[in-house]
Every structure is written in structure tokens, then in C-alpha cells.
């Protein structure tokens, strides 16, 4: 979790700042993104370890919820932060937004990372001590 999150930052903190010229790279930048984005879903896996098995059910729904949740906020805040930032540039009655406006408001994607590798910090470092309490329930 920890070095896909940090890559993950990495990454998005490389797409926001650096204003790539070719699309073949901002398509490599945005796969390896994706790929490594995909460490989310250890997270499913690691709530049999931190929770009562009868609570495993409501565990992995909560963070099912946090996931859908959290994404819905993104994308208005997103388009909230672009209006904050516009300029009041108006062509053929559509607002402009500068690259910079772009830059400002995507900047909540590196700030999620960021919030991720906290809280990925927070995690127990290992589960093995905890793999036993699971054996214990089949």
C-alpha cells in the first residue's frame, strides 16, 4: 500500500506540475498511475486482520462507502476550485480557464496521495502476528 501510494503521488504530482507536450507519455504517466492506484484493493484484503470477524462484512462496506464517497467529493471540488480560480476570461460565451486555473484545482490529487500515505502509515506493519486470530475462525 505505502509504495503504491507514493508512486501514485509521484506520479499525478508529474501531471499536474510538468505540462507534458506528447500524449504517448502523459498516456504511459496515466497507466502507471492506474497501475499503481490499483494497490486500493489490498485494502479489502487487510480487514479480516484489523476487525472481529463479525465485523468483516461492515469493515470491507466502509471502506467500499469511503472509496465512492471521497471520489463524489473530488470532482465538484475540482470544479469548484476551477471557478474560484477563473479569471473571468469569456470566449463565445464559455469560460477560459488558464493551464494554470487547471494546475491549481487538480492540485487536491496530489494532496489525496498524500492523505493516503498517511494514513497507509497508521496501518499495522505486519500482519503475520495477526494471521493466526484468522486461521483461528475457519
Known sequence: LLIGS?????LILFVVIYPV?????MEVVLFMFGVFCSSEILCFSAVPYL???????TGIAFINF??????????PLVGYLLDLYWQGHISHGLRI???????RALAV??????????VTLL????????????????
Request: hydrophobic letters at 50%; a negative charge.
Open 51 to 57: 476487525v472481529d470477524e463479525s465485523s468483516v462484512a
Open 66 to 75: 469511503l472509496v465512492m464517497f471521497l471520489g463524489m467529493l473530488i470532482q
Open 109 to 118: 490529487f496530489p494532496l489525496a496521495m498524500l492523505v493516503a500515505i498517511g
Open 6 to 10: 507514493f508512486f501514485s503521488f509521484v
Open 21 to 25: 507536450q506528447h500524449t504517448f507519455v
Open 97 to 103: 480557464y488558464s493551464p494554470h486555473d487547471f494546475q
Open 123 to 138: 496501518l499495522p506493519k505486519d500482519f503475520n502476528g495477526m494471521n493466526d486470530k484468522v486461521k483461528q475462525r475457519a
